[in-house]
């Protein structure tokens, strides 16, 4: 009779514990879902990318064990075939990084020529919105896709700054930030807005300039600065093929791995260190 009251309660035990187990697993789905996947869904919807982030993961999760696989087929040292993965998991992050900068620049040299198109438009007789508008089908991408969103939100009833304030959110900029002020003023207060907005197109054409030449004049430092830092990783490459016997012994030793990681400290520092030296701001 004892043994049958202990089993009992360790199966109702197992039981609850089973209960409390897919509840909580269900609330971090559930939170996961809310969080995370919306947040990164909000994300690639501002690259106007509409595809659902669950397909992207699962293309990105079957590129990840098939890179497993072949790494392992390979037999590759277990150190390396670690470094590699978690390398190859922060893809997906490197490339939104990378794809959002770009479109950010895109729409900061475009800017410009929109303000001169708006204040001609302006200067004309034209509305805001007709300007707005115009600007939307005229200009390239990615101009012409913030502005047609703008666009399309004010036909929906949202009110002009807040449409300006969503466009600041996403594409954050000080010229944009400069711009969204004075189409505000224009609008609240009215006035002449054509000679403000050439003023200050002309300045934001003007740093664009100065941006462009001091990219060029630092062209060779920061050519050097990445051959300087990709120079020792070549070198490990061809001391692999060359010398692998003792390239081994190393990936596999204690000092080696500690050699490894200061090296790779040192090149992210003096990579860090040179491009902080060729960051040149123009205070305009």
Known sequence: MLIVLIAFFIGLSSAALALLLQTGLRQIAESYEKTYENRMQQS???????????????????????????????SVAWGWLISIMIALSFGPWQLYQYLKKKRQKAFQKQLPDALLLLANILRSGGSMQVGL??????????????????????????????????????????????????????????????????????????????????LSLSAQGRIQGRVMTALPLLLCA??????????ETLSTHHIGWFLAVTMIGMLLAGHWLINRILKIEVPL
């Open 44 to 74: 690639l919807t501002e690259l106007f990318l509409f595809v659902p982030v669950r397909q992207l993961l699962t293309l990105w999760l079957f590129v990840w064990l098939v890179m497993l696989c072949t790494l392992w087929l390979l």
């Open 133 to 214: 508008q115009f600007i939307a089908r005229e200009m390239p991408i990615p101009l012409a896709q913030e502005m047609t969103l703008v666009t399309r939100q004010l036909r929906l009833g949202k009110s002009f700054p807040d449409a300006l304030f969503d466009l600041q959110q996403r594409m954050p900029s000080i010229d944009l930030d400069r711009a969204v002020v004075a189409l505000r003023l224009g609008y609240e207060a009215g006035g002449q807005q054509a000679p403000l907005l050439e003023r200050l197109a002309a300045s934001m054409r003007k740093k664009l300039q100065l941006q462009q030449r001091i």
């Open 238 to 247: 061809v001391l692999w093929f060359m010398e692998q016997t003792i390239m």
